[in-house]
């Protein structure tokens, strides 16, 4: 954007930390939900009987990895490095296929075990918030490869970097998101 | 580099111009807005008598829930967005909105929502589960049919288009300001409606989320609401109210803007303590997020909250009331031309302290126990939506307009308009107050002789038919005045703000040169610079394009699939969001 802008910030990454602000509210209604119905369930499964947490452990240390990728995509780009910006570009998006990976298989596990959407207020709480959570990223997913394509097409360079952070700004805030939800879902039982 | 087609209805398809935009939302707005009126007329028919029988029971609440539903969602915020959409960037000296593509969009989800709501008249299934949306009424067990559905989805299809077009107008004002025009001298209007868009990307998640438990208790069978599995209605009012109080102040701030404007426009005097004005707006943006509580006294929640939600609800009265004393003073000592817009102001001012003084009465639970539910509400809020919002919204057209048109409206007309719709609104919503105490509940379609109501809902009802001949007018008049007004030329009122710099209807592009401003009152302060020089080269408009129409068909598509049960509408109504989204995307589009 060649204009300049009365508060000198790019306008499409103030109208991304807007998005940023809104979301919250949004995430906020549904970890709210989540722990305002915790222990109010009337049949199990509980979700202490039932919340893996070594397993969702390897999955967060993988979603907080790909962040660090994300930030040496993003350095990589700016400084026109586009061969290592093309490789952290889809170690992202793997990073971030891996962690739904872990959902489906959470998911699975979960629904054997007798916990479904219909079952109890946790399962419907539960997956309803992770649930939307794993859409944030699989929305940054392809977000993550339509920059890739970009990249190996050779359209994404130094000039436009600012779309690959904004593109970090969203998934470091879906990355936020999960260590506040790690935390108060998992940990905090 | 190619100009926009300027006419046929490819040109307004693609449009990204914020005042075709402007224009679009106008008239729809306006559309719905008879719409709604014309639900009130049939609501108010109905209840001219005791036991009435124009409608029976089902029709009427079908009536009343797309009333409220329309008038909120599909008349007044969208005129609202016709009017941020014409003049905001008019006011601060910018040549379009920062992103005029996301701008089209959200008119054409507005649009499309609007549309796939009403569609349920079609089938004969309208929500009729109230505008509030309560719980366990409008959950599967006591709403089995598709009319709870068609309003869930309308509402979540008009949410995108709220946010968007609050991301959109948050970043114009705040980036696209022209130089010299620093925060503390943006127009009040434009100040309105900065914090009008950061309550609606806050409010509008909430709902979001409550709206999508509710299509999961009743689509999927999940527990959200339902007090056997251990869930909670109160839940579903906590986050109703929570999203629906700010909801109030998403609707009047942008008419107490419009207000600020056309006041000292009037009096031939700068607003009475800009400063004082604008904080107080902020102020009530801030508050209007820790009362909702105040629409819950009747469910219980116990003393502390009771009281806190009590306190916050008296509190917020006090910036509102400080702008109300702000605004007399702009008019003490003033050179006053009662213009149509000035008299709808001015009848907004006395309007909105009646519905704000039986606000207040209702923060103090004891008195409010007495009054939730009944008529007395129903007045207290159509003398703050109706004689606050509506009236204010009338006064913007009556100021605007001409900017808009070239043309100014028939003062004859409107006058015309302007007393009988106040004379009017108070027949119609001053006997509610005392046809709510003396114990008449809301949402009931028929009432008994015995009550002795009778009478007074007649005149109610006499009073409801006054407005509408009123707003007979209103249209009348702008249908005519669009060939045959005056010319307004580009400042008919003597108006201090930029937009009133440009000829009436602004070019293409707005401004030849941007302006370099000064002062609080550009018009009212600078000598008649020099007139602009002429800008080097033509000025660039942006092309329109199709892929935010596109897009937002998408939305509708999926939306089906819930009513329909076909889920590969689902599938159906994605591709065509993301196609549209990846052409709008990567095509090229120079702002």
């Known amino acids: 954007m060649t204009h300049a802008t009365s508060m000198g910030l790019d306008s499409r990454k103030l109208a991304f930390w807007t998005f940023i602000g809104s979301e919250c509210l949004l995430f906020g209604s549904l970890i709210s939900t989540y722990l305002v119905y915790k222990g109010q369930s009337v049949v199990g499964p509980y979700p202490h009987e039932i919340l893996n947490i070594p397993v969702t452990s390897l999955s967060t240390f993988d979603l907080l990895a790909s962040s660090l990728w994300m930030v040496l995509a993003l350095a990589a780009v700016q400084r026109g490095d586009m061969k290592w910006a093309k490789i952290w570009l889809l170690g992202v998006a793997i990073g971030g296929l891996i962690f739904l990976g872990f959902q489906v298989y959470e998911f699975t596990s979960f629904v054997h075990e007798g916990l479904t959407l219909q079952r109890n207020l946790f399962g419907a709480s539960f997956f309803l918030l992770t649930g939307t959570h794993g859409a944030h990223v699989a929305v940054g997913v392809i977000w993550m490869l339509t920059l890739w394509v970009q990249a190996l097409r050779g359209r994404l360079g130094p000039q436009n970097a600012i779309t690959v952070e904004i593109a970090g700004l969203y998934w470091h805030f879906v990355d936020v998101v999960w260590i506040i939800i790690f935390t108060l879902v998992y940990l905090l039982q | ?591």
């Open chain 2, 1 to 591: 580099m190619s100009n926009p087609p300027s006419t046929g209805l490819r040109s307004w398809l693609t449009t990204t111009d914020h005042k075709r935009i402007g224009t679009l939302y106008f008239w729809t707005a306006f559309a719905f807005f008879l719409i709604g009126g014309l639900e009130a007329l049939i609501i108010r028919a109905q209840l001219a008598q005791p036991d009435g029988s124009l409608v029976s029971a089902d029709t009427y609440n079908q009536l009343f829930t797309m009333h409220g539903t329309t008038m909120v969602f599909l008349a007044l915020m969208p005129m609202t967005a016709a009017f941020f959409n014409w003049i905001v960037p008019l006011q601060i000296g910018a040549r379009d909105v920062v992103f005029p593509r996301l701008n089209a969009f959200s008119y054409w989800v507005f649009l499309l929502g609007g549309l796939f709501m009403n569609a349920s008249f079609l089938i004969g299934a309208a929500p009729d589960g109230g505008w509030f949306g309560y719980v366990n009424l409008t959950g599967p067990q006591y709403s089995p049919g598709l009319n709870i559905d068609f309003w869930v989805l309308g509402l979540q299809i008009l949410g995108v288009a709220s946010l968007a077009a609050g991301f959109n107008f948050i970043v114009t004002i705040l980036n696209l300001r022209a130089p010299g025009l620093t925060m503390m001298r943006l127009p009040v209007f434009s100040w309105m409606t900065l914090v009008t868009q950061f309550l609606v990307i806050t409010a509008f998640p909430v709902i979001t989320v409550a709206l999508v438990f509710l299509l999961f208790d009743r689509t999927f069978g999940t527990n959200f609401y339902v007090p056997a599995a251990g869930g909670d209605p109160v839940l579903w009012q906590h986050l109703f109210w929570i999203f629906g109080h700010p909801e109030v102040y998403i609707l009047i701030l942008p008419a107490m803007g419009i207000v600020s404007e056309v006041l000292p426009t009037f009096s031939r005097k700068p607003l009475f303590g800009y400063t004082v004005v604008v904080y107080s707006g902020v102020l009530i943006g801030f508050m209007g997020w820790g009362v909702w509580s105040h629409h819950m006294f009747s469910v219980g929640l116990g003393p502390i909250a009771d009281s806190f939600f009590a306190a916050a609800t008296m509190l917020i009265a006090i910036p509102t009331g400080v702008k109300i004393f702000n605004w007399i003073a702009t008019l003490w000592g003033g050179q006053i031309r009662f213009t149509t817009a000035m008299k709808f102001a001015v009848g907004f001012i006395a309007m909105f302290i009646i519905g704000g003084l039986s606000g207040v009465s209702h923060a103090s639970p004891p008195s409010d126990l007495q009054q939730t539910d009944t008529y007395y509400v129903v007045a207290h809020f159509h003398y703050v939506l109706f004689g606050g919002t509506v009236l204010g919204l009338f006064a913007g057209m009556y100021y605007w307009i001409p900017k808009m048109t070239g043309r100014l409206l028939s003062e004859r007309l409107g006058s015309w308009h302007f007393w009988l719709t106040f004379i009017g609104m108070n027949l119609t919503f001053f006997p509610m107050h005392f046809i709510g105490l003396l114990g008449m509940p809301r949402r009931i379609y028929t009432y008994a002789p015995e009550l002795g109501l009778g009478t007074m809902n007649l005149v109610s009802t006499i009073g409801a038919f006054v407005i509408g001949l009123g707003t007979l007018a209103l249209v009348i008049n702008v249908l005519w005045s669009r060939r045959h007004g005056e010319p307004a030329g580009p400042d008919p009122w003597g108006g201090a703000t930029l937009e009133w710099s440009i000829p009436s209807p602004p070019p293409p592009h707005n401004f030849d040169v941007i302006p370099t401003v000064t002062s609080r009152l550009p018009r009212w302060t600078t000598e008649h610079p020099a007139a602009p020089s002429a800008p080097g080269s033509a000025v660039h408009v942006p092309p329109g394009s199709w892929w935010p129409l596109v897009a937002a068909a998408g939305l509708p598509i999926m939306a089906s699939a819930v009513v329909t049960k076909l889920l590969a509408l689902v599938f159906l109504g994605a591709a065509v969001l993301v196609f549209g989204i990846y052409r709008w995307a990567y095509e090229p589009f120079e702002v």
